[in-house]
């Protein structure tokens, strides 16, 4: 993930830069609930502009490898409150490909629930944000 804690705007309206396919900038908007989390992790982190926004323990940018194993044990770790989640295939690709359908689409879901939290990450990947980077 090379995404810069440059690259992150929290206001009214928060959004992060991102690289896409063929280099191409875009703007990604960022749910309420991401920014605030976002805001509450360079709060702590107390990281500066230039350095990786999830860095991984050596400080550098997180891998493909390593996104893909914090989900794993935030899915694990949600198995035991939402047993319904054992053998799901939730991916990094999946959760980035759902969160780019939610942008395209309003859904509506209780938001109360951790369970649903996960349960839901066909239609709101972005909310696991406190299960997967805690």
Same mark, same amino acid.
């Given at each position: ?8 705007t ?27 989390e ?11 502009a230039?350095? &990786?926004?999830v860095?991984? @323990? #050596? ?5 493909? $490898?390593?996104?893909?194993? /914090? ?5 694990t ?10 053998g ?17 689409r &309003?859904?509506s879901?209780? @938001? #109360?629930?951790?369970?649903?939290w996960? $349960?839901?990450?066909?239609? /709101?990947?972005m ?6 980077w805690?």
């Amino acid at each position: 993930m090379g995404i810069r804690v440059a690259d992150v705007t929290l206001a009214t309206t928060s959004s992060v830069r991102l690289q896409g396919k063929g280099r191409k900038q875009r703007t990604v908007p960022l749910w309420k609930e991401t920014a605030a989390e976002i805001g509450h992790w360079l709060k702590y982190a107390d990281l500066r502009a230039d350095q &990786p926004l999830v860095p991984n @323990r #050596s400080g550098r940018p997180m891998t493909r $490898t390593n996104v893909a194993d /914090r989900l794993a044990l935030a899915i694990t770790a949600a198995t035991t409150q939402c047993p319904r989640l054992a053998g799901r295939r939730i991916s990094p690709h999946s959760w980035r490909h759902a969160t780019a359908m939610h942008l395209c689409r &309003p859904v509506s879901t209780s @938001r #109360s629930s951790p369970c649903g939290w996960v $349960t839901r990450a066909r239609s /709101r990947p972005m909310a696991m944000s406190r299960l997967i980077w805690q």
